[in-house]
């Protein structure tokens, strides 16, 4: 089934290692988008890429990195986790066209800093 | 910067009663759009809005674009118990490729 693959499912991560979640999609989309979720804060834009080889930041980017290498992957690192890093992190794509269309979301990864 | 209030946090209904919620901006969108999450799942989109005053359906859902631009509803008619869930909206200005979403609403159906 065409759609967004996320992994690992969930991780448990000591504080100061580094990790790097993946992200592939098959539908050939053009923007790619990471989002934390945490309670009572709904989902908050960490980094996006609007297109293979360019990155941007969203509202939360701190601490973490992202790489645009071709369209399908956009993987997430934390390079040095620090507990309130602890979240559920989705990845979503898009198709840009003439006006902005809907995100499409991955199933998560529950990371967990201790 | 832009921010998005969504009302209520939380609802317990019974089966077969009808839902409303809503979206307010504190800016101008040219899209909208409601998703659900289940639990342990990602957001699934329900229906998207892209023009003021645009009533949308999608089976017992319905959403609209308000006129103001600054805010939309979701209504769920004869509500069944898998429509427990959390729904979201979300909303964008043109051109950004960024969506700014609600803290959602948790819905609970009792039978």
């Known amino acids: 089934t065409a759609g967004i693959t996320q992994a690992p499912t969930s991780q448990i991560l000591a504080a100061g290692r580094s990790m790097t979640l993946r992200c592939t999609q098959d539908?050939?989309?053009?923007?790619m988008y990471w989002y934390r979720q945490d309670l009572g804060l709904g989902l908050r834009l960490i980094h996006y890429s609007n297109t293979a080889g360019t990155t941007g930041k969203g509202e939360v980017p701190d601490g973490y990195s992202v790489s645009r290498a071709n369209t399908d992957d956009f993987p997430l690192t934390l390079a040095s986790a620090v507990p309130s890093q602890t979240s559920v992190y989705f990845c979503a794509s898009s198709l840009e066209g003439r006006r902005n269309s809907p995100l499409h979301f991955g199933n998560g990864t529950r990371l967990t800093v201790t | 910067g832009q921010q998005l209030n969504q009302s209520p946090q939380s609802m317990f209904i019974q089966e077969g009663e009808d839902v409303s919620m809503n979206c307010t901006s504190s800016?101008?969108?040219?899209?909208w759009l409601w998703y659900k999450q289940d639990p342990g799942e990602g957001p699934v989109l329900l229906i998207a809005?892209?023009?003021?005053?645009e009533l949308t359906s999608n089976g017992r859902l319905t959403a609209q674009f308000g006129i103001t631009r600054k805010d939309s509803f979701l209504n769920i008619s004869a509500s069944i118990p898998s429509d427990v869930g959390i729904y979201f909206c979300a909303g964008s200005t043109s051109g950004t490729y960024k969506y700014i979403f609600g803290t959602g609403t948790r819905l609970k159906v009792l039978a």
């Open positions: 539908m050939r989309h053009n923007a």
């Open positions: 809005l892209y023009k003021a005053g």
């Open positions: 800016s101008i969108f040219n899209t």
